[in-house]
């Protein structure tokens, strides 16, 4: 392990270690101050957001792209404190961190025995809403994490999902998808992060009027087990209360070949991703490259200008 991998899983440790331990408006606060920190520091990331607020926010002054990449870094702090807190939170706090709307999309799925994809942009705190479904609506579910590095870091980021009631599944190895599949089957629920792909499967969308890639896994294990594909969307408000939507069921086309139906559905969750962004665009945390245009050939997909999420 190299002395930076170190130093990032020791920050990693510190936070869950310290961070949980602190009065929450503390918390709070000590987040706002990191992210103003970061943000007048102008690094790769702050430039990478303001980047991609451009797309989402057209005809922006600098000076709104300034404030919008301002309020991403406190949304997207807060994101951090308030998952190096999630674990000592009580399910009753858990229960008053988060308010979603037309939860019925999600519970009539589960009722219905069929299985249930839930697949989210990068927007305010999944985690947060992960650990609502599984306390509050007693619904386990099956995730997928990214391979990090350090494996220490990746041990400790499935730990801490676990720990939220989560089946946590890597990224790589191949087996993943089989077994998101036999959950759906067995009338299970599977909830993934879907907004930039990290494979070199993925589906070319339209994403703000250019072109992005999207992973295919959502719409083709709809496709194959029958599971209802259904987005949702997650904000932040001047509350502490987190808001979310999940939006309606993206159907199956009838017609076309099993490319064109996964293109056909693709498609549909980044029309609901753009929809749920462009209407809280301070709440989206993708500091990472994600259009085609901005991608280094050599290195798309799968770039490596990404951290952990």
């Known amino acids: 392990?190299?002395?930076?991998?170190?130093?990032?899983?020791?920050?990693?440790?510190?936070?869950?270690?310290?961070?949980?331990?602190?009065?929450?408006?503390?918390?709070?606060?000590?987040?706002?101050?990191?992210?103003?920190?970061?943000?007048?520091?102008?690094?790769?990331?702050?430039?990478?957001?303001?980047?991609?607020?451009a797309r989402v926010v057209p005809g922006a002054s600098p000076e709104r792209l300034a404030a919008l990449s301002r309020a991403g870094m406190r949304s997207y702090l807060r994101y951090w404190m308030e998952s190096f807190r999630l674990?000592?939170?009580?399910?009753?706090?858990?229960?008053?961190?988060?308010?979603?709307?037309?939860?019925?999309?999600?519970?009539?799925g589960?009722?219905?025995?069929?299985?249930?994809?839930?697949?989210?942009?990068?927007?305010?705190?999944?985690?947060?809403?992960?650990?609502?479904?599984?306390?509050?609506?007693?619904?386990?579910?099956?995730?997928?994490?990214?391979?990090?590095e350090p494996e220490t870091l990746y041990d400790r980021f499935?730990?801490?999902?676990?720990?939220?009631?989560?089946?946590?599944?890597?990224?790589?190895?191949?087996?993943?998808?089989?077994t998101l599949a036999r959950r759906l089957r067995e009338g299970g629920l599977v909830c993934l992060v879907a907004d930039r792909d990290l494979s070199a499967s993925g589906v070319e969308v339209d994403f703000f009027g250019e072109t992005a890639r999207m992973p295919a896994g959502p719409a083709l294990l709809a496709q194959q087990t029958g599971a209802r594909l259904l987005p949702a969307t997650l904000?932040?408000?001047?509350?502490?209360?987190?808001?979310?939507?999940?939006?309606?069921?993206?159907?199956?086309?009838?017609?076309?070949?099993?490319?064109?139906?996964?293109?056909?559905?693709?498609?549909?969750?980044?029309?609901?991703?753009?929809?749920?962004?462009?209407?809280?665009?301070?709440?989206w945390h993708m500091l990472q490259r994600l259009w085609l245009k901005d991608l280094d050939p050599a290195k798309a997909p799968g770039n490596r200008e990404r951290g952990a999420s």
């Open 1 to 53: 392990m190299s002395a930076r991998e170190r130093l990032t899983d020791a920050l990693y440790a510190a936070g869950w270690g310290t961070v949980k331990k602190l009065p929450e408006p503390v918390a709070a606060r000590l987040g706002r101050t990191v992210a103003d920190v970061a943000w007048k520091r102008r690094g790769t990331g702050v430039r990478r957001l303001e980047s991609n607020y």
């Open 87 to 108: 674990p000592a939170w009580s399910s009753e706090r858990v229960g008053e961190g988060f308010a979603p709307k037309d939860l019925h999309h999600l519970t009539d």
């Open 110 to 148: 589960m009722d219905a025995g069929q299985g249930v994809v839930l697949a989210l942009p990068h927007l305010a705190n999944w985690d947060l809403a992960g650990a609502w479904v599984t306390t509050q609506l007693g619904i386990p579910f099956t995730t997928v994490a990214e391979r990090l």
């Open 158 to 178: 499935v730990a801490y999902r676990e720990g939220l009631g989560m089946e946590v599944l890597p990224h790589s190895g191949g087996s993943a998808f089989g």
């Open 235 to 283: 904000w932040y408000d001047d509350s502490p209360v987190m808001r979310g939507r999940v939006h309606p069921p993206v159907e199956v086309p009838e017609s076309g070949t099993r490319a064109e139906r996964t293109s056909a559905m693709t498609q549909a969750l980044a029309d609901a991703f753009a929809t749920g962004i462009a209407d809280h665009p301070e709440d």
